[in-house]
């Protein structure tokens, strides 16, 4: 069990917000380098775990991933889980698994459970946060009369991008009469809609993988389904089997992705952080090059449609993806069900449509904007996740200093963001010709447009359109932070997540103490700012605030490869989620070189060099078992020598 309860203005030294993913990793590193740090986690689920939190499965629910590849490396998924070789990871085993973990090092009886963070604000050289508990604990213990407050030196956020689904935006849903649910809450409504007799004809809202889920979730029970995709929106994820053939070669797919040779396709802005820069400018800074990575993004994307059998059946063809695969990110999916979806969907339980609602009208009618209706029994809207945070950062003109999504900018700094981003978008260009050629999306359907101008608009919708993108460097802390004591984690999507916050917990630990090694820079240009600014780069609340002819270069540096960090993401996965945060899929294993590196360490993990690396097949979680060890070996030697680090 947790912290039965809090006291108000108890302090921490480190609190983190989230017990999932990436919280876990994190402050179980946290504890073995510092063993008597005063370190408290928050968490308002009921569980362990995060989206894999036992209370938010529903049946059915199993990871993209096949046994082997989603586990910490120093915490393998052992036997005795019962999973087998080559089979995917039920939801259940997922949550046992962190809740093992949480026990195995020392977690548990520093989880706070059922408590939600309300505030955070900044204080000095620290934290305070505001925080509530809820749920039936709240009521039982007498504390249910308000929000509590507690202060920490170290804050580490990690509640990720799945904590709030998208708010249900339909016209005419408050009259409607039959039941609606989100996806997010299939693990509390499932089973009531599976087993009702009276819901005989249910309607799926969506075209990502939780909306697949859904679909086969209902069609398995033996429901008729239709199945609405929008017309204006950007059409069907990637879904493929875990395994294709490529050509002669019979490859699993999440090992692709891992595998170094595999990654030089990948246009990448930090690629050459894996030791291969020479090898990577040959693909991508020449013709040839480039005529041979348009090949293999081809042929792997017509042989993922082709052996997820889209190709056979006319009604198939709605959900095959509008867009080559190399445009897509972490929002494709495994087919990872018992059966074959698709034979739902040729046999006409399931009916596709591309079309836009309107609105919802008499008790249970879906109108269309084409005048056509359909009545349904049930409507699921797996609508995705709001990507910016459910906590409120004050104050709030210190959002930019924090880096998260915001709508309280200024003026100034807006326009300090569009200098950093059209000088980000030249370099970015000028070293990746072939992203200029890719999709590009309309400002106001996200539909594919050929008439637009060159540079990619950023998508618009009620979150997408109010809200800055996440600017983190690294995609893990502000850039203007001076203090060192916030860290986001989880804002990061890749596929190889556990391996990520592995890495991520130690580079966190060392960026917090001020333990970094020289971190490479992302930008191969020296050029200055295009324009001279008479304001400092980002008004916020310090006192201490520097001028602009202050402004250190490293500051400068950090804003800028901030910039070149988010903009990549825009041109490089318009079919993914880079306008908002980092989404990548061929890019994780050199980000992960990246960190290594950050850290002083060895990046690569295999024997015999570069013929390990170029040959020794794919990064397993295994690869980076020891890293913790020599981080504190080295650590130790720096400390010893009396070294001083930044």
């Known amino acids: 069990m947790g912290p039965a309860s809090i006291t108000t203005n108890a302090h921490y030294e480190v609190i983190v917000i989230g017990a999932g993913f990436a919280g876990l990793p994190a402050a179980k590193i946290y504890l073995q380098l510092e063993p008597s740090v005063s370190l408290l986690m928050i968490d308002a689920n009921r569980s362990v775990g995060g989206v894999w939190a036992k209370e938010r499965l529903y049946p059915g629910l199993r990871a993209n991933n096949l046994v082997g590849t989603y586990e910490y490396p120093d915490f393998p998924m052992h036997d005795g889980f019962g999973v087998k070789k080559g089979e995917h990871i039920p939801g259940e085993v997922i949550h046992e698994y962190f809740r093992q973990y949480a026990d195995q090092f020392d977690l548990t009886r520093r989880i706070l459970l059922e408590t939600r963070v309300r505030t955070v604000e900044k204080t000095g050289e620290g934290w305070r946060l505001k925080v509530e508990r809820i749920g039936k604990e709240s009521k039982d213990d007498g504390h249910q009369e308000g929000a509590r407050v507690i202060t920490c030196d170290k804050l580490m956020v990690a509640t990720g991008l799945t904590s709030s689904p998208a708010p249900l935006d339909l016209l005419g849903s408050q009259g409607f009469q039959k039941p609606i649910i989100r996806s997010a809450d299939l693990a509390q409504h499932g089973k009531d809609l599976l087993e009702d007799p009276s819901i005989q004809h249910a309607t799926v809202l969506g075209s990502g993988k939780s909306a697949y889920d859904c679909v086969y979730l209902l069609a398995s029970s033996g429901k008729r389904v239709t199945w609405v995709m929008r017309a204006s929106g950007h059409g069907p994820t990637f879904m493929a089997p875990a395994h294709v053939y490529i050509g002669p070669f019979y490859c699993w797919l999440e090992m692709l992705v891992s595998t170094r040779l595999f990654t030089w396709f990948s246009p990448c802005l930090w690629g050459d952080a894996d030791g291969f820069g020479y090898l990577r400018s040959l693909l991508h800074g020449t013709k040839a090059g480039r005529w041979f990575i348009d090949k293999f993004w081809k042929k792997l994307g017509s042989e993922t449609v082709e052996q997820a059998g889209l190709n056979k059946h006319e009604k198939l063809k709605l959900l095959q993806p509008e867009a080559g695969a190399m445009w897509y990110a972490t929002g494709l999916g495994i087919l990872n069900y018992p059966t074959n979806i698709y034979d739902f969907v040729t046999s006409g339980q399931v009916e596709v449509l591309r079309k836009d609602i309107e609105r919802l009208q008499g008790g249970n009618m879906i109108k269309f904007t084409d005048g056509g209706t359909v009545e349904t029994d049930a409507l699921a809207c797996a609508m995705g996740w709001m990507f910016a945070p459910d906590i409120e950062f004050l104050p709030r ?250």
Not at 471 to 500: E, H, M, Y
Not at 585 to 612: M, Q, S, T
């Open 397 to 646: 003109e210190s959002h930019a200093e924090f880096g998260i999504p915001s709508t309280a900018l200024t003026q100034s700094q807006k326009e300090m963001w569009d200098q950093l981003n059209a000088r980000a978008d030249l370099e970015i260009l000028d070293r990746f010709p072939m992203l200029a050629k890719g999709p590009r999306l309309h400002i106001d359907s996200l539909v594919a447009r050929e008439d637009l101008p060159p540079a990619p608009v950023e998508p618009t919708s009620r979150m997408k359109e109010e809200h800055s993108p996440w600017r983190l460097w690294r995609g893990l802390v502000p850039p203007l932070s001076q203090d060192k004591n916030l860290v986001f984690l989880g804002v990061i999507s890749n596929l190889q997540g556990a391996i990520r916050n592995h890495i991520v917990g130690i580079w966190a630990f060392a960026y917090m103490n001020g333990e970094l090694d020289s971190p490479r820079s992302l930008s191969v240009t020296t050029a200055p700012p295009t324009s001279k600014r008479k304001k400092p780069l980002v008004a916020t609340n310090r006192a201490s605030q520097a001028k602009e002819g202050d402004m250190s270069t490293d500051t400068e540096s950090l804003l800028y490869e901030t910039a070149l960090f988010n903009r990549f993401g825009i041109w490089r996965t318009p079919y993914g989620y880079g306008a908002r945060y980092p989404d990548f899929v061929f890019d994780g294993l050199p980000y992960f070189d990246l960190l290594v590196e950050d850290l002083g360490l060895n990046r690569w993990r295999k024997d015999w060099g570069w013929i390990g690396e170029v040959f020794g097949g794919p990064y397993l979680p295994r690869n980076y078992e020891g890293l913790l060890d020599e981080w504190k070996k080295r650590r130790s030697i720096i400390e010893s020598l009396g070294g001083q680090r930044s």
